[in-house]
Nanobody, 126 residues
Framework: QVQLVESGGGLVQAGGSLRLSCAASGRTFSRYTMAWFRQAPGKERAFVAAFSWSGGNIYYIDSVKGRFTISRDNAKNTVYLQMNSLKPGDTAVYYC???????????????????WGQGTQVTVSS
């Protein structure tokens, strides 16, 4: 069983920055594929970024490329999402997700992830 706890959300003005953190339990964190998803009001949960453990590959949705950076610290069992140049359209609840499988068929598909955090609210004002 893997437990995930997100932190770092809040209210920020457009153009500002936030860094989200997700602390994971378990002794084999370095073998987890970690990802961030977000869910805006009235919308489905959507992929944001992922960091695979199989090859250290990183994936982003197009709308956050160049603004968001996913990273991980295996010594601290933590994955981060640095969000810069935030826009009102980034407003959502952000969820951390983990998969223990070596390779995923589709890193952006939420059903490929086995564990989820409780979410942290990010609100970007215009």
């Amino acid at each position: 069983q893997v437990q995930l706890v997100e932190s770092g959300g809040g209210l920020v003005q457009a153009g500002g920055s936030l860094r989200l953190s997700c602390a994971a339990s378990g002794r084999t964190f370095s073998r987890y594929t970690m990802a961030w998803f977000r869910q805006a009001p009235g919308k489905e949960r959507a992929f944001v970024a992922a960091f695979s453990w199989s090859g250290g590959n990183i994936y982003y949705i197009d709308s956050v490329k160049g603004r968001f950076t996913i990273s991980r610290d295996n010594a601290k069992n933590t994955v981060y999402l640095q969000m810069n140049s935030l826009k009102p359209g980034d407003t959502a609840v952000y969820y951390c997700a983990a998969s223990t499988r070596y390779r995923l068929p589709d890193y952006s598909e939420r059903y490929n992830y086995d564990y989820w955090g409780q979410g942290t609210q990010v609100t970007v004002s215009s």
